[in-house]
């Protein structure tokens, strides 16, 4: 069969190509470049009506109508030296018909290198698989190693499987490194604390920019539920005051439309790990904590003098233990200063990713979009990575 035109309405009838995922606690479909049109904004509109957007339950298209489940994945060979693919990560508006492009996903970044495999980008080699990929979202490379059989990935895991929180079951390990360049420094203002709005913040990004504050300076105690944190309307409000102040702080422009910086609440942990943490990314509170998420409050609990290193108890080891909402995240990262000064980091990760779907998925035709959708513009305001 041929493939059809991702631009025209031949798309509608004879679909796309497309693998719906898990990708550690995120689910997301996942496309090649090839397969989508090579414009953004024609792309933004296909992507928009193969998820079902805007609509608050998604029923006409396959997302699943929570940020973390209305996400998509682009993956493409790649053309930088020392690397096997680009990925470009894409957050698919709900109920509003718009595409995020200001940051990545380190959730779905698990389900990268198995792609490329089931997609022939990369071959398999023996018993284990190494992918090196390109976040073009962010810059950061990542290295992907994961268990392969019969020149497939092997989901399920026979001497590798492992659990990781947020996700039922067992399934093979997702070994993640990522890694920023020379000119991306750790803390973007240099300081470990700047004040905003009254609060004492540390701005950091080991992958994800977020801001870290004290549970108790905001008036909660870090024990809440995401649902009872999402219904403090007062609480919200403030938290966004301090994001909107911190984004260009960050280098990050105005962010009154993004997602970034996360905003990160921390308090001591209640379960032996280093600290307890509530993601607000920004409108939502996040059940867990996103991968990229961790390694950077996992990195401010490294760096001495940030408000994360006041709140942990002692670390000792490689790994960082991350409390969250429904568990706790193991988070491996690297700090270290330059001979200026500069604080540098690296981060590693263990994800689980699973194949769920493979096959043709049929957008909504262009005519049937709702009236109230133009064409959709980068970044949106809803996102859990």
Known sequence: MAAADPQGADAVRRGIRCMLMRGGTSKGAYFLAADLPADSAARDDLLLRIMGSPDPRQIDGIGGAHPLTSKVAVVAPSTADDVDVDYLFLQVGIEEPIVGTAQTCGNLLAGVGPFAVERGLVRATGESTTVRIRLLNTGDIATSVFTTSDGLPDYDGADDAVTIDGVPGTASAIHLEVGGGPDKPLLPTGRVVDEIDGHRVTLIDNGMPVAV?????????????????????????????????????????????????????????????????????????????????????????????????????????????????????????????????????????????????DGLVFPRSAGQQPPSVDTPVSPVREDAS
């Open 213 to 357: 504050l004290r549970a108790d300076d905001l008036g909660v105690d870090g024990t809440e539920s995401p649902a009872d944190l999402e219904a403090d309307a007062e609480l919200s409000a403030r938290i966004e005051q301090v994001r909107l102040a911190a984004g260009p702080r960050m280098g990050l422009g105005d962010v009154r439309a993004q997602t970034v910086p996360k905003m990160i609440l921390v308090s001591p942990a209640r379960a032996g790990g280093a600290l307890s943490t509530r993601a607000f990314i920004p409108s939502r509170v996040h059940t867990s904590i996103g991968v990229l998420m961790a390694a950077s409050v996992a990195a401010a609990v490294r760096v001495p003098g940030t408000i994360a290193a006041e709140i942990a108890g002692p670390v000792t080891g490689e790994v960082t233990t991350i409390e969250h909402p429904s568990g706790d995240f193991p988070a491996r990262v690297h700090v270290s200063p330059d001979a200026d000064g500069t604080w540098r980091a690296t981060s590693a990760s263990l994800r689980t990713a699973r194949k769920l779907f």
